[in-house]
C-alpha cells in the first residue's frame, strides 16, 4: 500500500535527521532511494496531502510557511559600498608638492 511506502521511508528519514542532525541524505549507494524519495516528495509537495506536508515540514524537508515569509518576503538590504579611493588621489602627508617646493 502507498500509505505504508511513504511512512517506510519518512520513518527512514526520522532516524537519518536523529544520527547526522540533517535530511541532506547523500547519493552515496546506500541511500539512494532515501534520497531520491526525498526528492520526490519535494517535487510533488503541491500534490500531498496536509499531513504529509507538515510532517516535512517538521523535519526540515520542505519550509515552514514562516521561513518561506522571512526568506523571500523582506530580502536583506546589501550594506553600502564605499567609493574606490584611487592611490592617486591620495596626498601624501609629508611630501610636498612640486609647486609648493619652488616657492620656499
Same mark, same amino acid.
Do not use: C
Given at each position: 500500500e502507498l500509505g505504508d511506502e511513504w511512512d517506510y521511508y519518512?520513518?527512514?528519514l526520522q532516524i537519518f535527521?536523529?544520527?547526522?542532525?540533517h535530511v541532506n541524505v547523500p547519493r552515496d549507494g546506500?541511500?539512494?532511494?532515501?534520497?531520491?524519495?526525498? +526528492?520526490?516528495? %519535494?517535487?510533488?509537495s503541491a500534490y500531498l496531502t496536509q499531513e504529509r506536508v507538515s510532517a516535512l515540514q517538521i523535519i526540515g524537508v520542505l519550509p515552514t510557511k514562516l521561513s518561506h515569509?522571512?526568506?523571500y518576503s523582506?530580502?536583506?538590504?546589501?550594506? +553600502?559600498r564605499? %567609493?574606490?579611493i584611487e592611490p592617486s588621489a591620495v596626498k601624501k602627508k609629508n611630501k610636498q608638492s612640486p609647486?609648493?617646493?619652488?616657492?620656499?
Amino acid at each position: 500500500e502507498l500509505g505504508d511506502e511513504w511512512d517506510y521511508y519518512y520513518r527512514r528519514l526520522q532516524i537519518f535527521e536523529q544520527r547526522y542532525n540533517h535530511v541532506n541524505v547523500p547519493r552515496d549507494g546506500k541511500r539512494d532511494d532515501l534520497h531520491d524519495w526525498i +526528492k520526490l516528495q %519535494k517535487a510533488k509537495s503541491a500534490y500531498l496531502t496536509q499531513e504529509r506536508v507538515s510532517a516535512l515540514q517538521i523535519i526540515g524537508v520542505l519550509p515552514t510557511k514562516l521561513s518561506h515569509e522571512l526568506a523571500y518576503s523582506n530580502p536583506p538590504i546589501p550594506p +553600502k559600498r564605499s %567609493k574606490k579611493i584611487e592611490p592617486s588621489a591620495v596626498k601624501k602627508k609629508n611630501k610636498q608638492s612640486p609647486a609648493a617646493v619652488k616657492q620656499k
